[in-house]
């Protein structure tokens, strides 16, 4: 078993079949790629991250989402969320938390991580909520850029950046997982066609 597929293992809790990533120095498959909407090799992903900055709000949010969509649609998948800002241990954010529980997911037990390169290289495919988080993601592992997804393109109305709720009033976590809601079912619907 190769150091990835161990690595994967250990982060995502089973065991990896073959990792497959595109070269680190071929700017022409890395566009190519980064250009589609779908994880590399239009495969439904074994492992996926979600990051965004505390890791309190959006991503732990739309990871639960995120694994109840792919239990309802009987895919198998290991999801894991982090924050870029470092913040471990935490819980989900009060207001986030109540809006979890109103649209039947549970955010209780979520604890935050910090977004590590480790994290980034065992991932199939990684949600990011923001450009500048893309940008970031791409700054700690340029392979992985490919990888990488804005969230907010799969809405109905694309957009690259699904806001920050943190410290907003209660309807601004209302409207945020909203958004995550939509644009998850747009992903997922991507691989019903």
């Known amino acids: 078993m190769s150091f990835i597929e161990r690595l994967r293992d250990r982060l995502f809790g089973f065991q ?20 589609h909407k779908l994880p590399p090799m239009g495969v439904f992903p074994e492992r996926v991250l979600f990051v965004c900055c505390g890791n309190m709000c959006r991503s732990a949010y739309a990871a639960a989402r995120f694994e109840q969509l792919a239990k309802q649609k009987h895919r198998s998948v290991r999801v ?24 039947g997911l549970d955010l209780e037990s979520h604890r935050s991580s910090a977004l590590t390169l480790l994290m980034i290289q065992a991932a199939d495919a990684i949600f990011v ?46 409207v945020v997982a909203g ?15």
């Open 16 to 35: 990896a079949k073959q990792y497959r990533q595109a070269p680190a120095h071929t700017p022409e498959l890395v566009k190519h790629e980064s250009e």
């Open 129 to 174: 909520m923001t450009r500048d988080l893309k940008r970031d993601v791409a700054r700690i592992s340029p392979e992985a850029e490919p990888r990488i997804v804005l969230l907010g393109h799969y809405l109905p109305e694309p957009k690259d950046d699904i806001e920050d709720p943190m410290g907003r009033e209660p309807e601004v976590y209302r």
């Open 80 to 103: 894991a969320s982090a924050g870029t800002l470092k913040l471990i241990g935490r819980e989900a954010a009060p207001e986030m938390k109540e809006t979890a529980r109103e649209n």
């Open 179 to 193: 958004e995550i809601d939509k644009a998850l079912s747009g992903w997922f619907a991507k691989f019903e066609k």
